[in-house]
């Protein structure tokens, strides 16, 4: 949300200043995920800005940055070692195509089912590896290729340009907020290396940035069914990865905004990205939540500041690559290390102990399997053992109560869920051999979930007439009655008493 009393030209120049802020920290990071796919540094900027420019134009969440990421890079190394950079760019469009129907089909809902402590876990998790993909810029390569880390003054003056830069980012905003912080203090680094002749790295040394404006190229491979079999799995994965991390971070950002994306949208916005920059030679993307806090912290919030971001990029490329090369790392990787303390939830430290065992193993696990593996791994790990953790709560919450009514029978009244995790409860709560003549099962204070309860309620009536005994159900769904067998004829119905409901069971029409 904007600032209640911010202008629009205030806006106009917040998103502007944000979007440069952004840009300059795209070039690295794009430069880096080019080098872990394997490809060319050009490839990965380029998806930058296409990405970037279309998910801001067209995406469900103004405000949230988008580009080549490093939970992509990693699973595309292998198709390009195996098949080469022509089945990535063919992949990526695969990839962009089958987001586009998530969108459509509107699956962009179901990220509502990832438990809280699943979020934690997903942002404690990408800050550590924002922070793990910085400490690379510590080493060097030397001339015999052996890497080794940075030492002596050289690592002095990395780690003092470092401190500055977060310095100036943490204590500007109390002075002014004319300007980001963030890039007030690339500035003034950057000015201060080039004004003393300090010898650091910088973003030069990782590669040229120089291009020219990406073309429009279909992928050269050949178009059958081997082509779309070898590239169908990794479009797969890279989809869902994709999909996963950029609603995660909407939900961030909204949170920190308190406004509302559109997830279905989104969807739709990041396929339509990925289609169109594997057509002209990027390497695809998604939601990045690094850029995405400093666009935010720097006071982005609107569409311009994505799409601006995108276009700063692309002039950086097309004009400037001179300038952008001579920026220290040192500025770069403080303005990430800022991103990093800003990302990272400290008080899951506070609350792990105050928390429900479970919640904070998930939250642990999550944080965990993101930096080992990736992302989506992570996050359906964590969504499953939450789903199993409270299936076996809710298991432990099925009971009943009895009682002798005035006719002689003995009345079980049920309470909490029958479903696949509860039904072992269910069937120990009867003794068809010591119960008397008549009983009767009341399921006025429970609900029916899946075929198991249906099935459970079918094994329970058939020990009662085995037993000759008689059984009344009382208080079903009348679906309940059409999809129970043994126990079709022995429910009561009232119209007017019995809940309605529905059941997860495939006879269902």
Not at 75 to 84: D, I, N, R, T
Not at 188 to 202: C, E, F, P
Not at 210 to 221: D, K, M, R
Not at 337 to 343: A, M
Request: with cysteine; aromatic share 8%; hydrophobic share 50%.
């Amino acid at each position: 949300m904007f600032e209640p009393h911010a202008s629009p030209t205030a806006n106009v120049k917040n998103d502007l200043l944000s979007g440069l802020t952004v840009a300059l920290a795209l070039v690295p990071e794009a430069i880096a995920f080019a080098f872990v796919a394997s490809v060319d540094p050009l490839v990965g900027l380029y998806a930058a800005f296409i990405v970037c420019l279309i998910t801001a134009t067209i995406g469900g969440r103004p405000g949230m940055i988008s580009g080549a990421t490093g939970a992509l890079a990693v699973v595309m190394v292998s198709l390009v070692a195996e098949h080469g950079v022509e089945y990535l760019f063919a992949t990526v469009v695969l990839m962009g195509i089958i987001q586009i129907m998530a969108g459509v089909l509107k699956l962009g809902k179901f990220i509502r089912l990832v438990p809280y402590p699943v979020m934690l876990g997903f942002v404690n998790g990408l800050a550590i590896v924002i922070f793990l993909s910085q400490v690379q810029h510590f080493q060097t390569t030397p001339s015999d290729g052996n890497s080794g880390w940075l030492s002596g003054s050289t690592l002095w003056l990395m780690l003092g340009l470092i401190a500055l830069t977060m310095v100036i980012i943490h204590f500007l905003p109390k002075l002014t907020k004319a300007i980001p912080s963030s890039l007030a203090a690339i500035v003034v680094v950057s000015l201060l290396v080039i004004g003393l002749n300090l010898d650091v790295q910088t973003v030069g040394d990782m590669a040229s940035i120089a291009g020219g404006l990406p073309e429009f190229h279909i992928p050269s491979v050949p178009m059958n069914w081997e082509t779309l079999w070898i590239c169908l799995p990794y479009a797969l994965i890279l989809a869902t990865i994709g999909l996963i991390e950029s609603l995660l971070t909407l939900t961030l950002i909204d949170e920190i905004t308190e406004s509302r994306g559109r997830g279905n949208k989104e969807c739709v916005g990041q396929g339509t990205a990925n289609v169109v920059t594997g057509f002209f030679g990027g390497m695809g993307g998604c939601a990045m939540i690094g850029q995405s806090m400093i666009n935010i912290n720097s006071g982005g919030r609107g569409r311009l500041s994505g799409i601006s971001a995108a276009l700063f990029l692309l002039g950086f490329i097309l004009f400037a690559s001179g300038l952008i090369e001579t920026i220290p790392l040192a500025a770069l990787i403080g303005v990430m290390f800022i991103v990093v303390i800003g990302t990272f939830e400290w008080s899951s430290f506070r609350i792990l102990g105050k928390i429900p065992r479970t919640d904070a193993f998930v939250l642990v696990l999550v944080s965990g399997v993101t930096v080992v593996t990736d992302l989506a791994i992570a996050v359906i790990i964590g969504v499953i053992v939450s789903a199993l953790a409270f299936a076996w709560q809710a298991a432990k919450r099925m009971d009943a109560t009895t009682r002798i009514d005035e006719q002689g029978s003995k009345v079980y009244t049920l309470s909490g869920p029958l479903f696949f995790g509860s039904i072992h409860s269910f069937k120990g709560l009867f003794d068809p051999r010591n119960d008397p003549d008549d009983v009767v099962i009341d399921f006025c204070t429970t609900r029916v979930y899946d075929h198991s309860g249906i099935e459970a309620i079918d094994a329970v009536a058939e020990r009662y007439i085995n037993a000759g005994k008689r059984l009344h159900l009382r208080h079903l769904s009348p679906e309940c009655r059409e999809l129970l067998n043994k126990a079709g004829d022995l429910v009561e119905g009232n119209a007017t008493e019995d809940p309605k409901y529905s059941i997860a069971d495939d006879r269902v029409a």
